[in-house]
């Protein structure tokens, strides 16, 4: 992932919605978030009740490889592209890879599916799905996606101010997927406040936070604002696959997992040292999981 105007990351100016997903679509923050989104909600839907999946940053849900803005830097080549023609996917992939090739009957690698799509395929007809995107073009992509499906709500949001309207949901189980597009300087501690007060209402859901990996300063901060929250149970989860050239790339990504299923930690290892050597550039970064603040 190199720096460039259409990066997740611009410090120098609050370009408020110029973010637009399709430039990144499929890359390997993609394939590590959404590896992950499937296993936790694979996880949610192993017990028996009903559980709520908001997605506060949903994008549209679908992504055409084939579209001039994803073909500009073809991220998804070092993303998905890896993956696409690999036999030997591990057990714990494969939901992860089934989505993605049931948005590709034939045999190309042409649609790349958004967290939206990815969870419509894993929730159980019990099941509900709330999505929030600000953008009005990525919302009216998203709405007509989902158009008539009655177990998705799209809404066009601030996903913060979704947090406050959707929190705690009736279910009282569930999954809130934090996705910033990270198009402010000041998002790594908009998002611990905003954790800090979707908690305050829902103690108990499990909550999903994507992030670039910055310059340690950054993560440093990031990460005592999350800890100041007094939050417990908080789980870690890094993959880099580039050299630490702060300057010119975002070398990796994280998400930490706020009530993360029980072993989930055992069961994403496996899961990341795979992608890690799919994925890594010459071998270098690595996988980093451990507990922010335990229980
Ligand atoms: N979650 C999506 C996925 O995995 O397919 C990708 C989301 S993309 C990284 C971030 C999205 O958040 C963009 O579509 C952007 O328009 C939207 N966005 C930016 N700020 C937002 C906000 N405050 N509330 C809701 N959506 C926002």
Request: aromatic letters at 10%.
């Amino acid at each position: 992932l190199s720096r460039s105007p259409d990066l997740p990351i611009s410090r120098s100016h609050e370009s408020m919605l110029a973010y637009r997903h399709m430039f990144h679509a499929g890359n390997f923050a993609d394939v590590f978030k959404h590896a992950l989104l499937t296993r936790l909600l694979i996880a949610l839907g192993k017990k028996g009740k009903p559980y709520c999946y908001l997605d506060t940053h949903a994008g549209i849900g679908r992504y055409d490889l084939s579209h001039p803005w994803a073909k500009k830097a073809r991220e998804y080549e070092n993303g998905i592209g890896r993956l696409w023609e690999r036999e030997d996917i591990p057990e714990a992939l494969a939901p992860y890879m089934t989505a993605v090739k049931a948005g590709n009957p034939h045999t190309d690698l042409r649609f790349y599916p958004g967290s939206p799509r990815i969870a419509r395929r894993l929730v159980r007809p019990c099941d509900r799905i709330v999505l929030t995107e600000l953008n009005k073009d990525d919302y009216a992509e998203l709405k007509a996606l989902f158009a008539g499906d009655r177990q998705v709500a799209v809404h066009l949001l601030d996903g913060y101010q979704g947090l406050k309207a959707f929190l705690p949901p009736p279910e009282r189980r569930g999954l809130v997927l934090i996705d910033s597009s990270f198009d402010r300087a000041r998002e790594f501690a908009r998002i611990a406040t905003a954790l800090a007060e979707a908690h305050s209402r829902w103690a108990s859901g499990t909550y999903a936070i994507w992030y670039p990996l910055m310059e340690p300063g950054a993560m440093r901060g990031f990460a005592r604002d999350v800890k100041k929250t007094g939050i417990r149970k908080i789980l870690r989860l890094e993959l880099t696959i580039e050299p630490e050239d702060w300057a010119l790339t975002i070398p990796g990504c994280g998400m930490l997992v706020v009530n993360p299923p029980w072993r989930f930690e055992n069961k994403a290892r496996p899961l990341l040292d795979w992608l890690w050597r799919a994925l890594s550039v010459e071998g270098a970064g690595g996988v980093k999981i451990d507990w922010l603040t335990p229980e």
